[in-house]
């Protein structure tokens, strides 16, 4: 491998920039480390997240195929059955769950079983007016023609899907969802080992607020699925960057949550002008794409604790197996923002993670033999980086130089002690702050 040292990138770096305000090129490093040339592409093989879904009205034919590589299980709010549509979800690994809306649903639920369903959806919101309103007693006694669907299936239930609401019903108001869930429970008939996860829907417009209404339904002892959420206050926001702002908060703590068993964006198309929350650009388009917002969804970590990168593989930074996040993501209560995944602005890539104060994340890797090593990292800082690199080895202190902004571009290695064998290695916060685009462990030259 080639290697350029630091002053020779900032000459190329900054040569196209105006010579009347150029700017002031990176200070060569102090400690060792050199620039390398990026020589492969990043190796993308991270497990899906079987958490992750997608709500959808199938209106792009080509969906499953878009968002394959990083969706699990999609549902319509329905029980239609096509095998054209099975035989699209199943080639991409996706499960699709049938929902009986407001009833007991009438469709081929059979078919769907044999095709690969796993679960049936409960009632949708079944406390709000203008959807299934639904009450307590009533949802009891359609609950029990579920029960029988189910059994005579095979299929596993999830309860109603809850959200704040509007119905009343018999002077009660239940605009609360936990009251409904409750009043629900108290009915003959009805028990929480009918069912193995708890549905709900919630449209806030921060991570906090989501984390506040999932809570609400801890005291079940049950996965909850969040099935219906984007970044909304009062509406859809109708503005990409907070939905994408949004999505990359969210996703990190949905992955991280014990508590949360699935969850579904809403939605894949045809809610808008696409500058709101969909994943795909579809409208006046031969061949619908992923939009950024549909790029970050797919490729943002499912925290795979199985999958080891090997030597001289780019990792792509976003594949992380845990981060920071985790601690707040289980903690009974609050939510502090950690790493955070974006849509890179580096010329090659996917994604990119803005690692800062208090951040770590952690990668799996394969060692062939103990020894001298070079982590190398591809990173844009406005100031110097520092880190602690940990292995099975022990920890060693890092430190890049900065870059010039958090556009400009660079690759860097140091070199490392590693010992052999699968392991994890983590990255520390210590100082600065970076985007990093991919990290790589290579042979020291």
Same mark, same amino acid.
């Given at each position: ?6 002053c ?5 770096i ?11 090129p ?40 878009l ?39 009438n469709?081929?639920i ?20 203008d ?33 704040w ?7 009660v108001?239940?605009?609360?969802p936990?009251?409904?869930f ?6 003959d008939?009805v ?13 806030m417009?921060?991570t906090s607020?989501?984390?506040?209404f ?14 219906e959420?984007c970044?909304?206050?009062n509406?859809?926001?109708?503005? *990409?960057? !907070?939905? =994408?702002? @949004?999505? &990359? ?6 992955? #991280?949550?014990?508590?949360?068993g ?5 939605m894949?198309?045809?809610?808008g002008n ?26 943002a ?18 594949h ?7 601690a ?6 609050g939510?502090k923002p950690?790493?955070l995944?974006?849509v ?7 994604l ?30 406005? *100031?110097k !980086?520092e =880190?602690? @690199?940990? &292995? ?6 890092? #430190?890049?130089e ?16 590693l ?5 994890t290695?983590?990255l520390?916060y ?16």
């Open positions: 491998m080639r290697k350029i040292f630091l020779v990138l900032a000459i190329s900054f040569s196209g920039c105006s010579s009347e305000n150029p700017p002031t990176p200070t060569p490093p102090d400690n060792g480390v050199e620039l390398t040339q990026d020589p492969q592409d990043d190796v993308y093989k991270q497990k899906k997240s079987a958490k992750r879904g997608i709500s959808t009205n199938f209106k792009i034919t080509n969906m499953p195929d968002l394959g590589p990083g969706v699990s299980w999609a549902y319509d709010w329905g029980d239609a059955y096509s095998e054209l549509r099975w035989e699209a979800l199943r080639r991409n690994k996706i499960a699709y769950a049938p929902m009986g809306w407001n009833n007991v649903p469709g081929k059979a078919e769907h079983a044999k095709a690969g369903a796993e679960y049936l959806l409960g009632f949708n919101e079944p406390n709000l007016a959807q299934a309103n639904i009450s307590p007693a009533e949802a009891a006694k359609r609950w029990q023609g579920m029960l029988k669907l189910a059994s005579d299936t095979g299929l596993k239930l999830v309860s109603p899907a809850m959200c609401g509007t119905s009343k019903f018999d002077g108001d239940y605009g609360n936990v009251k409904w409750d009043a629900w429970l108290a009915q008939g028990s929480l080992d009918q069912f193995d996860a708890i549905a709900g829907h919630t449209y417009p921060n607020g989501v984390k506040g999932v809570r609400m339904f801890a005291k079940y002892n049950k996965p909850f699925w969040l099935t959420f970044h909304a206050n509406t859809i926001s109708t503005d *990409r960057n !907070l939905q =994408m702002a @949004f999505m &990359s908060e969210i996703l990190t703590y949905l992955e #991280a949550d014990p508590q949360i699935k969850y579904s964006w809403f894949d198309t045809g809610y696409g500058g709101n929350s969909e994943l795909i650009d579809w409208q006046g388009k031969m061949t619908p794409s992923l939009n950024p917002l549909g790029v970050l969804y797919v490729h970590s499912s925290l795979d604790k199985e999958t080891h990168y090997n030597m001289n593989e780019n990792i792509p930074a976003e992380y197996s845990d981060s920071s996040a985790t707040s993501a289980s903690a009974a209560e939510w950690s790493v995944p974006y890179t602005s580096d010329a090659k890539g996917t990119e993670i803005h690692f800062g104060t208090d951040c770590w994340v952690e990668y799996l890797v394969d060692i062939p033999a103990d020894g001298e090593y070079r982590f190398d990292i591809r990173y844009a800082a406005p *100031r !980086l =880190m602690n @690199f940990t &292995s099975a080895a022990g920890e060693t202190a890092v #430190a890049f900065p870059t010039g902004n958090n556009k400009t571009w660079a690759t860097a290695g140091v070199p490392v002690t010992k052999a064998g699968k392991q290695v983590r520390s210590k100082s600065g702050i970076a985007r990093i685009n991919w990290i790589r462990v290579t042979s020291k030259q």
